[in-house]
């Protein structure tokens, strides 16, 4: 017999080995040797009040054995002679396509325009040490996308688009821990996701896919509002019969390339705003009410914060609780912050983004020139005012929060975990006031909700812009281009997905359509 139930544990009873096992026994009314094992399926932390609380959803098997298999299999078979599917992107939406793909019988072929997880690191050194920028291989290009060096946050709210546990429990199955079927916020973390990356490239590859790096797609070539070939590099020409577009939000040539052809794209809402860092033991006594060290038994705190602004919502971002601040640009002439956490979250600061809704539609004027592009180019004109400003280098600028919602310009700025390094700048008056005072206004009422929040102790530092992709590219009910019948818009680049789960979800979804008219 199996039964499943909620468990409460306190703080000082989860240091108790078999705690599970004899609060189950309690709760059942039954003998702790009736108990074969708990089997845990969800955890998670209340530390809404100082007496912390440990939530557990758990299996009890009551005289039989605990399974150790997946209730998932992975149907896994040589395609190496099957038709091709053509994928252009190797991020989350990109692998799990030709995860896909495979597992329908047909071949995968990945067009990525950055390097291998191992070759990128050369050039993620160059970002922080050198200030050098190379455009196809940075923290957003290459082999995993933008998640493989910024944290591998796991937590959606897309429940609806699919099989979340199937998204899950393949990532197990390529060598990511356990742990993250059970915890409510689940993280891999930035030092542990490049060996899954690297294992789910070895099963492409072992089963007859084809994974080509450093080959950026630079035209379509269309006849009859199909995409018969692209070209690679600017050289080569390949045929084409169906194409997975899974480019990512910061692939700005691509959405360029689909101007130019006249091919439908849409102006799209999304967020900017800052990065904001304190160090962590701040937010570990906001949040679980201690004033020294938490618990060893707590893991670094993290916190999700949200305010309207004058009809805006101001909120918190991909945060990294024990993580790093990291320069995230894909250019030369831009600085871009984003945020990343190793697997133990053990680094001394937390950040996060903290941005400011945008709506394309009503809040930049300035820009209806652009068209579609609107966003895109009201995004990129802030990321060099962010590179002017910090210096001409991916040195970022930066002000302590308390002098920028006071609007002076900080004589000294914190210690920071980002490595190019910081210069004070007056971000005050150099965001623009759709979102520099939105951000003043939300960063006091967070003081608020928080207490020890608003603090010198902490610094902001722009900008924090690729939170989504400020252009959308529209497709049928069969994932198809409206206009291009073999084309399939997919991932967070199409304006279909907000994070790594999402965008897997969504490669199965395009390469299940792909496939299906094959």
């Given amino acids: 017999?199996?039964?499943?139930?909620?468990?409460?544990?306190?703080?000082?009873?989860?240091?108790?080995?078999?705690?599970?096992?004899?609060?189950?026994?309690?709760?059942?009314?039954?003998?702790?040797?009736?108990?074969?094992?708990?089997?845990?399926?969800?955890?998670?932390?209340?530390?809404?009040?100082?007496?912390?609380?440990?939530?557990?959803?758990?299996?009890?098997?009551?005289?039989?054995?605990?399974?150790?298999?997946?209730?998932?299999?992975?149907?896994?078979?040589?395609?190496?002679?099957?038709?091709?599917?053509?994928?252009?992107?190797?991020?989350?939406?990109?692998?799990?396509?030709?995860?896909?793909?495979?597992?329908?019988?047909?071949?995968?072929?990945?067009?990525?325009?950055?390097?291998?997880?191992?070759?990128?690191?050369?050039?993620?050194?160059?970002?922080?040490?050198?200030?050098?920028?190379?455009?196809?291989?940075?923290?957003?290009?290459?082999?995993?996308?933008?998640?493989?060096?910024?944290?591998?946050?796991?937590?959606?709210?897309?429940?609806?688009?699919?099989?979340?546990?199937?998204?899950?429990?393949?990532?197990?199955?390529?060598?990511?821990?356990?742990?993250?079927?059970?915890?409510?916020?689940?993280?891999?973390?930035?030092?542990?996701l490049p060996k899954v990356v690297q294992n789910i490239r070895e099963t492409i590859l072992n089963y007859g896919g084809e994974i080509h790096f450093n080959t950026r797609v630079t035209d379509f070539i269309i006849k009859s509002n199909t995409i018969n070939a692209l070209v690679l590099n600017d050289a080569e020409e390949i045929s084409v019969e169906k194409v997975i577009l899974a480019t990512g939000h910061s692939a700005r040539d691509i959405f360029y390339l689909l101007h130019k052809k006249h091919i439908a794209i849409e102006a799209k809402s999304f967020a900017m705003g800052v990065r904001i860092e304190h160090p962590q033991h701040i937010i570990d006594s906001i949040q679980y009410h201690c004033s020294g060290d938490r618990h060893e038994l707590l893991p670094a705190a993290s916190y999700s914060l949200v305010q309207q602004v004058n009809g805006r919502g101001v909120y918190s971002f991909c945060m990294c609780p024990g993580g790093f601040i990291v320069p995230a640009a894909t250019a030369n002439g831009e600085v871009v912050v984003n945020g990343m956490s190793p697997s133990k979250r053990n680094n001394l600061y937390a950040n996060s983004g903290i941005v400011v809704e945008i709506d394309v539609n009503n809040d930049l004027p300035k820009y209806e020139q652009f068209g579609a592009l609107k966003g895109l180019e009201y995004q990129k004109n802030l990321e060099k005012l962010a590179f002017t400003s910090g210096g001409r280098s991916q040195v970022a600028p930066a002000q302590r929060l308390t002098d920028f919602v006071d609007g002076k310009l900080s004589n000294t700025l914190n210690e920071s975990s980002y490595q190019p390094g910081l210069n004070s700048a007056p971000l005050h008056s150099l965001l623009p006031k759709l979102i520099g005072s939105r951000l003043r206004k939300g960063f006091a009422a967070f003081g608020e909700k928080m207490k020890g929040y608003y603090t010198q102790e902490a610094n902001i530092v722009g900008v924090e812009s690729r939170t989504s992709s400020p252009v959308s590219i529209p497709r049928t009910d069969t994932l198809e281009h409206p206009e291009i019948t073999n084309l399939f818009p997919c991932g967070e680049g199409a304006g279909y997905a907000g994070g790594i789960i999402s965008a897997a979800m969504d490669g199965e979804r395009c390469a299940e359509a792909a496939c299906e008219t094959l």
Wanted: hydrophobic residues 35%; contains cysteine.
């Fill in 1 to 192: 017999m199996v039964k499943e139930i909620q468990l409460r544990v306190s703080l000082k009873e989860e240091e108790i080995s078999n705690i599970l096992v004899v609060k189950s026994a309690i709760k059942l009314a039954i003998n702790q040797d009736d108990i074969s094992g708990v089997k845990v399926l969800r955890k998670s932390i209340d530390a809404r009040k100082p007496k912390i609380i440990f939530n557990y959803k758990v299996a009890v098997f009551i005289n039989e054995p605990v399974p150790e298999s997946s209730e998932y299999t992975f149907n896994y078979s040589d395609v190496s002679n099957a038709k091709p599917v053509h994928i252009i992107g190797f991020g989350p939406a990109g692998m799990y396509a030709a995860l896909r793909c495979i597992e329908l019988g047909f071949k995968p072929i990945v067009l990525e325009r950055g390097k291998n997880v191992q070759d990128r690191r050369r050039d993620l050194r160059a970002i922080n040490q050198y200030h050098d920028v190379n455009e196809n291989s940075n923290y957003c290009f290459g082999e995993g996308g933008a998640g493989t060096y910024s944290d591998g946050k796991l937590y959606t709210r897309s429940l609806k688009r699919g099989d979340v546990r199937r998204i899950f429990e393949n990532l197990v199955y390529h060598g990511a821990t356990d742990q993250i079927l059970v915890d409510a916020h689940p993280h891999i973390g930035t030092n542990k």
